[in-house]
């Protein structure tokens, strides 16, 4: 009698512990509904990657995204700003990608106030000038 007793208390504790388990599983699982995920015109629209460089950003975080620039100059441009500015020049790689793919389909000048980003222009092609 006593081991029937203690089989029905191991299987009594055993579904109790698989019960703990499911509902674990459960909100664990839960979490991870609102995880969306992109269509193919998702990402023909916003290719992975382009939207990295933001205004404000710093020099050295500029760097750490898309490396060094392939030209530094200093600019003065006194109906846009005061003083000098340097521009950053990341020459296009890939000029044949339909999409905007950062830098790598079209040249991008950055300039920088000090240590910050403050302007992003793209570079137009001879044909849309």
């Not at 750490?64 to 340097?86: A, H, S």
């Not at 991008?108 to 793209?122: A, P, Q, R």
Request: charged letters at 30%; a positive charge.
């Amino acid at each position: 009698m006593k081991k029937v007793k203690k089989w029905a208390r191991k299987e009594n504790n055993l579904q109790g512990f698989n019960i703990f388990l499911l509902i674990i599983l459960l909100v664990t699982a839960g979490g991870c509904a609102d995880i969306a995920v992109p269509t193919p015109k998702d990402i023909i629209e916003k290719p992975i990657g382009t939207e990295s460089i933001k205004i404000g950003m710093t020099k050295e975080k500029v760097i750490e995204l898309w490396g060094e620039p392939d030209q530094i100059n200093m600019v003065e441009n006194e109906t846009k700003w005061q003083g000098i500015r340097e521009e950053w020049v990341y020459r296009a790689r890939y000029s044949t990608i339909p999409v905007d793919a950062g830098y790598l389909s079209k040249t991008k000048k950055l300039y920088f106030d000090g240590n910050n980003l403050t302007n992003i222009v793209e570079e137009k092609k001879e044909t849309e000038k």
